[in-house]
């Protein structure tokens, strides 16, 4: 008999954004080409009996083989971030391509790219990150680059290397509203972070911990409202990211019943993981320095009802890895740096959707539909990848994530692909984990075995958003 498709994943239950059916999908030529039951021989066939298929997770917010405006490179490049991410079940990463003051950003798109190219085993798209927007990047570098597959830029209210003033907000929302461009904004008020930092410093209190009391709920809240009162002006789309405490989500929902263009994105260390953790001993709490801080229990129950009710739309990882005992990572300035001078950042490119699968479907406070929409398909609409990436149908690429419901895991770096040493998530044990990764058609991930050269994962340039998109 011959075969009608290349590979036929068989009988496992299909989950997409709208259902759970139990269902085959064959894949030629590294598309989806058939979705049913009973459907003829692949050449390669996944016995998916008792598994979920899942559309392989989209990574959206990830910083991989980037300079800080100090100089300091992440710990993972391209090769290592992206087999961690497909060993966890993504199989598409939107990093970021960072503009520093003064840098053009056409040579900063082409650099990154030129840095994923021989390198990245599953696919990639870029955002920009605009720190520097002078007359001739609003006017013609970034409609440029928008037009060519960037419809997307980060831009910071704080970190004095990459804050820009309002003034610049509203330029470059102004621009993104005209351009069809989506508005990623780091928001925490950053005078507010330096006055307080400046006075426990003083005080003498310069431990990691003193990082979260430097960066309270309110500053996070008032960067969101000023943030949703700039997009309501400029009628911009701005995705606020990281968002970690109820106070923040609930200024978006305000600002979206005002009918302002708002998206949310948060991160399983917001999700998983509170701020005692900085209360770990010594330099071991810088592990969980991040920004904004982890919160307390409150904030990480409010976040999960917002993950539930579509108030946030999308789970990315900010992996953002910084190795903790190396004076190229958290340790740059020693380890008796006060907290304003270690490095901000937790990995977790691997563990994002394991942990919030555990967390969240194990433990029913999402459902599998909500899951498979947060961690990829509304991703793929809101940053252009959709109907390509981010689900399963007929015609998508073949990306796939065979899980493992019922498996137990307690996390351990040395499992981990990632050029880590560590962590946030050491010890945490959870049920639930991708077992195969298929990455276009691409078994890269299967029981425990990596398989995919450096160079497999393509660039992937992305559309601009529809006029009015919602997740
Ligand atoms: O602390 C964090 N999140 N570091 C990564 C950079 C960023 O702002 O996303
Ligand atoms: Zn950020
Ligand atoms: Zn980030």
Known sequence: MTSRFDLVVRGGLVVTEAAVVEADVGVTGGLIAAIGRGLGRGLEEIDAAGRLVLPGGIDSHCHVEQESSTGLMTADDFHSATVAAACGGVTTIIPFAAQHRGQNLPEVA?????????????????????????????????????????PSFKVYTTYDALKLTDRQLLEVMALAARERAV?????????????????????????PRYHAESRPVAVER??????????GLTGATVMVVHVSCREALDEIRAARARGVSMLAETCPQYLALTVDELNRPGFEAAKFLCSPPLRGGADLAALWVGLADGSIDVLSSDHAPYRLDDPAGKAVNGKDAPFTRIPNGVPGLETCLPV???????RGRITLERFAAVSATNAARIYGLYPRKGVIAVGADADLAVWDPDRETTVTNAQL?????????????????????????????????FAAQPGRGRFIARSRRERSVAS
């Not at 927007?133 to 970034?142: F, I, K, M, R, S």
């Not at 508005?183 to 005078?191: G, L, P």
């Not at 919030?356 to 194990?362: I, L």
């Not at 880590?420 to 075995?449: I, K, N, Q």
Request: aromatic content about 8%; overall charge negative; cysteine-free.
């Open 356 to 362: 919030v699968f555990s967390e969240g479907v194990s």
């Open 417 to 449: 692909h990632h050029r880590m040493d560590y962590t946030a998530f050491e010890g945490m044990r959870l049920r639930g984990w991708p077992v195969m990764t298929v990455a276009r058609g691409d078994v890269v991930w299967r029981d425990g075995a």
């Open 183 to 207: 508005v990623m904004v780091h928001a925490e008020n950053s005078d507010a972070i330096a006055w307080a930092a400046e006075r426990l410093v003083a005080a003498g209190h310069t431990a």
């Open 222 to 231: 008032e960067a969101v409202h000023r943030i949703a009162t700039l997009a």
């Open 110 to 150: 082409a650099r990154y790219r030129g840095r994923a190219r021989d390198k990245a085993v599953i696919d990639y798209a870029f955002h920009l990150i605009v720190s520097d927007p002078t007359p001739a990047a609003v006017a013609e570098h970034l409609p440029a680059l928008i037009a060519d597959g960037y």
